[in-house]
């Protein structure tokens, strides 16, 4: 923390090699260490600094995922940092407690960066949050979930043949941990689940009959918590979840085949059809008591009523509303303090999702229960449209756009994306 009271971080993208289960020499990079980066937490209210440093040999970016903030700290490809240079965002936090993450966002390459290692998770608390299990590492545990391929001790980083979406892996790391296990010693854990993988979608659920309780979505908590026995995170999405392992026993936290609405082919190569171990919970003998879930959580703000409704269409395997990303092009033009409504179709047969920086959205009509709170990223399957509300508040540029694209990375290079600037 600085003398005026900003909570500074000091992030360097760099180079290393890491053992991800295929020998030491595996080449990776990270931030402030050789794979991943670590865990930014701040308070909302505060105010935060963030001195990011290229190490890398190429130009990079480090954006901001789910937060709330000015167009010129948001860490889109308009904000490259050269090699050798730093770039110093600042903003005050002003959003709800909620488990946000960083990750590259350079137009053209984001798969690639993220890909070899850079991302981290960025947590904000709220005091005003009501009591959970919250010991970081012990009972609040992050796990930042990501698919790999390997070929000869080194990240495999050519696409899938059969697919257009990238590269779906079957290696599973969790924080960068091959075969990952995890000791629970307390009565319950809260795991906060980053799904941070290029392409794949996980349907998450644990063996021996353990179910659990949804508390929070990407952008925060929910109105009350939902008893759930599977939940699908697509590319960028984010959940908490709180789980009770039984004392002396163990279960694993799995990703099953799943349903993406796609045909059976694009179902397979897409991972649809794939069974994975992601976690093992180990619970010893005897487990400390900690905190119970309330039956509340937050109240949900209420977005109010829209006053404008846009239309986006994805059209094609690089296009919104027929049009491929141009970093020249504003496609919308927002006004600050208004609600709107957005009507995301997926008009082909492949799989997309959608996120929206700068806010989070309420998603209409859905009947899943986990897609009820704060989102800012959501799947859509072929042929299906999702209604968003959203309000756009406190922060204006005329010529610096947020961005709103498909979060599947391959999709996003080629230009599934689009700009809007809040006025
Ligand atoms: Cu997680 Cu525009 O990105
Ligand atoms: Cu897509």
């Given amino acids: 923390t600085d003398a005026d009271g900003t909570r500074v971080f000091d992030l360097t993208m760099q180079r290393g090699t890491t053992d991800l289960g295929h020998g030491p ?76 993450w960083y990750h590259p966002h350079l137009h053209g390459a984001t798969a690639e960066h993220v890909y070899r290692g850079i991302a981290g998770m960025f947590l904000i608390d709220d005091a005003e949050t009501p009591e959970l299990p919250s010991s970081y590492g012990v009972d609040d545990v992050p796990l930042i979930v990501q698919d790999k391929r390997f070929r000869d001790g080194q990240l495999d980083l050519r696409p899938g043949m059969f697919t257009e979406a990238g590269i779906i892996g079957s290696d599973i790391l969790v924080n960068g941990t091959p075969a990952p296990f995890f000791d629970v010693t307390t009565e319950r854990v809260r795991l906060r689940l980053l799904n941070a993988s290029n392409a794949r979608t996980y349907n998450f659920t644990f063996t021996e009959g353990v179910t659990f309780d949804l508390i929070a979505t990407d952008g925060g908590l929910l109105a009350a918590p939902v008893r759930l026995s599977h939940l699908m995170l697509s590319p960028g999405e984010r959940a908490e979840i709180v789980v009770s392992v039984p004392a002396g026993s163990s279960t694993v936290l799995r990703s099953v085949t799943q349903p993406l609405g796609l045909d059976m082919w694009t179902n397979r190569f897409s991972g649809g059809d ?62 600050v303090n208004t609600t709107e409504m957005w009507e995301v179709r997926n008009g082909t047969g492949a799989p997309h999702n959608f996120h929206v920086h700068d806010v989070q959205f309420q998603i209409l009509d859905s009947r899943d229960p986990a897609l009820a709170g704060p989102k800012d990223t959501v799947y859509i399957p072929p042929g299906e449209t999702v209604r968003l509300l959203m309000r756009f508040e406190h922060y204006t540029d005329p010529e610096v756009p947020y961005m709103y694209h498909c979060h599947i990375l391959a999709h996003e290079d080629r230009g599934l994306m689009g700009q809007f600037v809040v006025i």
């Fill in 25 to 100: 020499a595996t080449e990776t990079w990270g931030v402030n260490g050789s794979y991943l980066g670590p865990t930014v937490r701040a308070d909302r209210g505060g105010r935060v600094r963030l001195n990011v440093s290229n190490e890398l040999s190429v130009a990079s970016t480090l954006h901001w995922h789910g937060m709330h903030l000015p167009a010129a700290m948001d860490g889109g490809p308009h904000q490259m940092i050269e090699p050798g240079e730093t770039w110093s965002p600042e903003w005050t936090i002003d959003q709800a407690a909620a488990s946000l």
């Fill in 274 to 335: 794939d069974s994975l171990d992601i976690l093992e919970l180990r619970a010893g003998p005897s487990l400390t008591p900690n905190t119970a879930v309330p039956d509340e959580l937050v109240a949900q703000r209420d977005l109010g009523e829209p006053t404008v409704t846009r239309t986006f269409s994805i059209s094609g395997s690089n296009e919104i509303n027929d049009q491929t990303m141009d970093m020249g092009r504003i496609d919308e033009v927002v006004e």
